[in-house]
């Protein structure tokens, strides 16, 4: 281990500013684009997408709909009308085959949120955080599901930060963003990429979503890997690296199988060897 | 060697165990609060009226996905989404009557768009839906019962003369003067608001509410006589006699009809009656029947 450079010093040096960023920088523009494409209705009268992300409807023909919501009304004993399963059926092959988390890291405007917090708690040098188990995703993905059966309502929907975030940009309801901002205070000072990684139950279905999904990051160069741990910190879930880094000896493929990633490629442009690629992964 | 194992394997089993109690019950805990929050941020506030053609409120926050496409496709923008701290469900779409009342698009475009039929698509008549019930909640301020001429819910009625009608009433107050009353028929009424949104009061007199709030309900066993003997042709119990005045010889009421009747003398000789009782009382006394 040589980590006594900061971290990304030391890609920028090997690969510059683009070869640095390239992956980080295409996914703030796609989510700049997909804001921007769903601000153009409202702002411009330009009507490409309508809705949000629980529901929209593309050039007023393709519906998409979140798998979460139809879900819970499942739960709550309501089937819905055709438009919203079809919607979910697009958005479950979509993201079923690039990697559900895909959602996570490209589109989901939490993202941006949960980010920011990560970069200024490593600005900050903040340490220091409680142990909450990934797999309390799972738990709460669970009660979230179960609620609507005995409630039956949508009881998560009052408080889902996604949505809610997106509705606020969308329809200017900016009070929601107190939700946000208790994400942002507890991704900064009580559970290092907290939310995201460990609480989230959107991300917990796509990431049961992609299970089985195509589109993967390789370390088809892990042998030329110097140990600079600096992919296992920029990654939002780092236990998903080291199988297929440092699985050699076992036997293992050099490829990240575990649907917790996010294909968000920040490990892609952090390496300085150039040992990470986007691939099938198969 | 294998004691070693095995303790390693309690130890992970401990883990495990401990890890997963917690798990729960943090989660069970956080399970509660989302439902009692939810329960309590669920409650529609009773100015708030849902879109056409919504599910009743509790179906509706199963089924809506609070995206907001009604509140695009409304063209005159009367909808909203819900934000928090609002009496309604948040991202829920709803609209205020006294703001602004639904438009009643003949297309209603606002239902068709709705991915999941939280607003239901078998709505194809504006004139069937039913987003809340018009009460005149005042009568103190409503100018018409002060003896005013107004009628202005009337007239702006979207479903004119059905769902509020005007009615004659005596005014007590002046003792000369008609008071012109409205009068809301929930059978027509599609709660559409307009008649809260144009009331001349400072605060409208008429109101829109949800339907559960403004309507009440008749015990299921009542049974309304006169339509049951309508629906029959006639009583369903005793047979209905004609009621008798007491009247002088040669005079009859028509009740209802004419009124008083004075007989002329040659229909004064035909008997008035068929009643056992002969119209001379000295006829009943001499009956030997009714001696002892």
């Known amino acids: ?101 895909v959602y996570c890291s490209w589109f989901c405007p939490v993202n941006v949120v949960t980010d920011s917090a990560d970069w200024l708690r490593e600005k900050l040098s903040l340490t220091g955080s409680i142990s909450v188990s990934r797999n309390t995703r799972y738990w709460i993905l669970a009660i979230v599901v179960i609620l609507p059966a005995i409630t039956g309502t949508m009881a998560y929907e009052s408080l889902n930060p996604v949505p809610m975030l997106h509705r606020a940009i969308i329809f200017g309801s900016f009070s929601a963003l107190s939700v946000i901002l208790a994400i942002f205070v507890f991704d900064l000072f009580i559970q290092k990429k907290g939310w995201c990684g460990h609480l989230c139950p959107m991300g917990a279905l796509y990431k049961l979503i992609g299970s089985f999904s195509l589109v993967g990051v390789k370390a088809d160069k892990r042998s030329d890997c110097d140990d600079c741990m600096d992919c296992f910190i920029v990654c939002p879930e780092p236990q998903v690296i080291k199988p297929a880094l440092k699985g050699e000896q076992k036997n293992i493929e050099p490829v990240i199988k575990d649907s917790s990633c996010t294909n968000c490629g920040r490990c892609i442009d952090i390496c300085h060897k150039d040992v990470f690629h986007f691939g099938i992964r198969k | 060697m294998s004691k070693i194992k095995d303790n390693v394997q309690s130890a992970s089993r401990r883990k495990f165990i401990s890890e997963t109690a917690k798990n729960a019950c943090a989660v069970g805990l956080l399970g509660l609060g989302i439902g009692v929050y939810s ?25 809506c996905t609070r995206c907001g496409l009604c ?59 039913r987003m809340g019930l018009a009460v005149v909640i005042d009568q103190e301020t409503c100018i018409a019962f002060l003896g005013l001429r107004c009628e202005v819910c009337f007239n702006i009625c979207p479903v004119r003369g059905k769902a509020i009608t005007v009615e004659a009433s005596h005014n007590k107050r002046s003792g000369k003067h008609a008071r012109f009353i409205p009068i809301v028929h929930s059978d027509s009424c599609t709660g559409c608001g307009k008649c809260e949104e144009a009331c001349i009061t400072d605060q409208a007199a008429i109101k829109v509410l949800p339907i559960d709030l403004a309507k009440g309900k008749l015990g299921e066993h009542y049974r309304l006589g006169w339509k049951e003997k309508e629906a029959a042709g006639a009583s369903l119990v005793t047979p209905d006699t004609e009621h008798r005045y007491n009247l002088p010889e040669g005079v009859t009421y028509d009740h209802g009809g004419e009124g008083l009747i004075i007989q002329s003398e040659a229909e004064a000789q035909t008997p008035l009656s068929d009643s056992p009782f002969s119209d001379n009382p000295l006829d009943t006394l001499n009956n030997s029947s009714i001696k002892d």
């Open chain 1, 1 to 101: 281990m040589k980590n006594n450079e900061a971290i990304g010093q030391r890609s920028l040096k090997a690969k510059g500013f683009i070869g640095s960023y390239k992956w980080l920088i295409l996914r703030r523009l796609t989510q700049l684009l997909t804001m921007m494409l769903f601000l153009l209705g409202p702002v411009a009268g330009i009507w490409i997408i309508k809705g949000n992300l629980a529901s929209s409807l593309i050039l007023d023909t393709v519906p998409l709909a979140e798998p979460l919501y139809v879900l819970q009304a499942f739960a709550a004993g309501i089937l819905p009308h055709s438009t919203a399963l079809i919607g979910v059926l697009i958005i479950i092959t979509f993201y079923g085959l690039l990697g559900g988390r």
């Open chain 2, 39 to 63: 329960k309590s941020a669920n409650s529609l506030s009773s100015s708030a009226l849902r879109p056409p053609g919504a599910l009743p409120e509790e179906d509706f926050l199963a089924a």
């Open chain 2, 71 to 129: 509140v695009r496709d409304c063209p005159y923008d009367i909808l909203k989404l819900a934000d928090i701290g609002e009496q309604v469900a948040v991202g829920t779409p709803y609209f205020v009557a006294r703001e602004a009342g639904c438009e009643m698009c003949p297309d209603i475009p606002c239902v068709p768009v709705c991915p999941t039929g939280a607003l239901d698509h078998k709505l194809t008549n504006i004139d069937d839906a």
